[in-house]
């Protein structure tokens, strides 16, 4: 018989790829607004955040609840805080898409610098992050989750390299340097993104193999 | 008599406070390396950065083991909760301090581009609220809690006011490109610091008072 434990597990994790879903649409909206330059739903990713906070306070709760009400031990209570602090990473990441969105808003007030290639580029791998780390999560696979964590460094090497064009784009023209600095804010909550996918991947690692793989301790 | 949980409870808490003294130590001396241009004091910080990362695993650990041993309820469970979240956030705003050294570096590569003062500022305000969010921790304080989320807009206004600043310098002498860039990373790494400090405030009051002031919606 499947225990009362199992079907709020089960609830929890539903949940928390509710809330992921969330966030991911909020990213690839985020990222749509800027290319194509359309405000109005850039505005929508603003107004979004909402219900993602909403999400974020529900799921603390049930995790707090189910811990005092089932005392689950050993995997079930390594489940129940790693989703406690994937919770906490989506509602980041939530807030983050927020910020290029309010980015966006201010450089649609100007005509476009020049097209954005790497930028959408490290927004597709940040946002593969995202998903995979969840998908790793709910089949409580350690190889897909170290797979993201590796893919980290691709999204800080594509930074390094928006952040390098757009500083010699000011040099060269000094009416450039607002919406370039606006454009290295966007690499930056973009790299942060990718970042928190890692946490929630090296959270994944942690919960099926029960060892850390955070700030490589236990090496790879 | 004492009960063995609270003899641990009040271990967690020692530990705690002691992640975050190590975590204030960085900032504070992230920004005198900043402001006095000492890159060996700036090395330091980067150094520093690997007994924070041990010390959050270990507190990490500490949290679970207890959770499973002692299948703590209400306040106790809800303590031990909260200090997985502030945890987590210290360990980030130790991340965010080695970041404001390594952009150290690569200014005191380059002479100074102007006499610092509002990120200083800023600087002494985030590590002010890193302080008293602990404090208000230990003491159960949810006015200081209250207090500390309130001076988050503190560091906002100052940060805007860093970025129009530097903004302005870039525009008046392309030479300093380079460096405002880093001063304004600069100054939203102690942003996000202050924000850091203001969830563990918001933590706190939850504790306190069980109920939740994140994003607002309880109200204020």
Redesign the interface.
């Known amino acids: 018989m499947e225990r009362h434990l199992d079907v709020e597990l089960r609830h929890l994790q539903e949940r928390l790829l509710t809330m992921a879903s969330l966030v991911e649409g909020s990213i690839g909206r985020a990222i749509h607004a800027l290319v194509s330059r359309e405000a109005p739903l850039a505005q929508q990713v603003v107004h979004s955040d ?1 219900p993602i ?2 999400a ?2 529900d799921i ?1 709760e049930l ?2 609840k189910m ?2 009400l089932y ?1 689950p ?2 995997t079930d ?2 489940f129940i ?1 790693m989703a ?2 994937i919770n ?1 990473d989506l509602e980041r990441i939530g807030d983050l898409a927020v910020n290029i969105a309010e980015r966006t808003l201010e450089l649609l007030k100007e005509p476009l610098l020049k097209p954005l290639i790497d930028i959408p580029r490290m927004a597709t791998v940040a946002q593969g992050m995202v998903k995979d780390s969840l998908d790793a999560f709910v089949k409580r696979d350690a190889e897909l989750a170290r797979a993201v964590c590796r893919r980290d460094d691709e999204v800080d090497r594509l930074n390094d390299q928006v952040f390098r064009e757009l ?1 010699t784009c ?2 060269q023209d ?1 009416r450039s ?2 919406r370039a ?1 606006e454009l ?2 966007i690499g ?1 909550h973009l790299e942060r993104i990718a970042d928190h996918a890692t946490n929630i991947a090296e959270d994944v690692v942690y919960l099926v193999q029960g060892r ?1 793989i ?2 490589h ?1 236990a090496g790879e």
């Open positions: 909402e906070n909403m974020e306070i603390d995790c707090l811990t005092a005392h031990e050993a209570l390594r805080m406690f602090k906490n500083l000011m040099l000094p340097i607002e600095v290295i804010l930056r850390t955070k700030h301790v």
